[in-house]
């Protein structure tokens, strides 16, 4: 059998830093997102701070089918969320809870799954990628 794989990245800019530089706002990104997806976290959340010549949090959690993680760079008012799930979850829900959150503008927003490639499971091991990686972009940046 082949694992199923859902993949999303939200990557957003031109937030607050006043919100970047929240631990605790991260900490409840963590869990909210594992509540819309229907998982259940079994490591962390783990929430520090960055260094002073790369400002911003990190937090990371083990879901039961996978991780989440979050990075913000706080000075140049940018978010990084990657969600990785061996379970279908409806990103459009997971999208708009981070928007909201965020107080990102959809110009200033780019969301997309990646997209692994199918496999024959008879002439491949398991953790074999046949071909490159395919971007499937579900909404685009805004031209400047």
């Known amino acids: 059998m082949i694992t199923q794989r859902f993949?999303?990245?939200?990557d957003a800019w031109?937030?607050?830093?006043?919100?970047?530089?929240?631990?605790?706002?991260?900490?409840?990104?963590?869990k909210g997102v594992s509540k819309i997806?229907?998982?259940?976290?079994?490591?962390?959340?783990?929430?520090v701070q960055g260094m002073?010549?790369?400002?911003?949090?990190?937090?990371?959690?083990?879901?039961?089918?996978?991780?989440i993680s979050i990075h913000t760079f706080s000075n140049p008012g940018e978010v990084c969320v990657d969600i990785f799930s061996c379970k279908p979850f409806d990103p459009k829900e997971v999208k708009g809870y981070l928007s909201k959150k965020l107080g990102v503008s959809q110009k200033n927003l780019m969301f997309f799954q990646i997209d692994y490639p199918v496999r024959n499971p008879q002439s491949l091991p398991a953790?074999?990628?046949a071909k490159p990686i395919?971007?499937?972009?579900?909404?685009?940046m805004a031209s400047k």
């Open 37 to 47: 997806c229907k998982m259940r976290i079994i490591g962390g959340p783990l929430v």
């Open 14 to 30: 031109g937030i607050s830093p006043k919100n970047l530089n929240n631990k605790r706002l991260v900490d409840s990104l963590l």
């Open 52 to 67: 002073d010549y790369n400002p911003g949090i990190s937090g990371f959690c083990i879901i039961d089918f996978s991780h």
């Open 134 to 140: 395919k971007f499937k972009r579900l909404a685009t």
């Open 7 to 10: 993949h999303y990245i939200f």
């Open 127 to 129: 953790r074999t990628v």
